[in-house]
């Protein structure tokens, strides 16, 4: 009976290791997709984040993907050294580091089009419960208060 009170350490009861466990295997099965493109994951999702705004300051792109400064700085200075983004102290206030999606970075779009239809392909969700995942996971993401 002394074990039943450790049952909330079990690993099988935590809800954190099935959601770190799924995200290494996502990250995992988009691997040789962006290999072709010669993307990590966290400059694949930067650069969606890019796709679609143009331009962003560093903090705003932060909190879009929910990364740290430490983390993006050094990713962003890669981006810019392979000509996909420039980076530049706003004319505003030049604490904000504004950065700017390239054509070349722009270009890299149509190479990236066809990876999530391939994702999908391999999760083996059905839309239904892609659906309910997605909304469950931006709740949880929501919470952060």
């Known amino acids: 009976m002394e074990e039943k009170k450790y049952d909330a350490l079990r690993l099988e009861n935590q809800l954190c290791f099935p959601l770190y466990a799924c ?27 890019m796709w679609e705004r143009r331009q962003v300051n560093v903090k705003e792109l932060g909190d879009c993907l929910h990364l740290d400064s ?25 604490r904000n580091l504004e950065v700017k999606i390239t054509d070349s970075g722009l270009a890299l779009r149509d190479k990236a089009l ?32």
């Open 23 to 49: 995200s290494r295997e996502i990250i995992k099965r988009y691997k040789p997709f962006l290999d072709k493109l010669d993307l990590t994951y966290t400059q694949y999702i930067t650069l969606m984040v």
């Open 70 to 94: 430490g983390t993006l700085t050094p990713l962003l200075k890669k981006l810019e050294a392979r000509g996909y983004v420039t980076r530049r102290r706003s004319d505003k206030d030049e």
């Open 114 to 145: 066809g990876i999530p239809a391939s994702i999908r392909e391999c999760v083996g969700l059905t839309d239904e419960e892609s659906t309910t995942l997605y909304s469950l996971l931006y709740k949880l993401l929501s919470d952060d208060d």
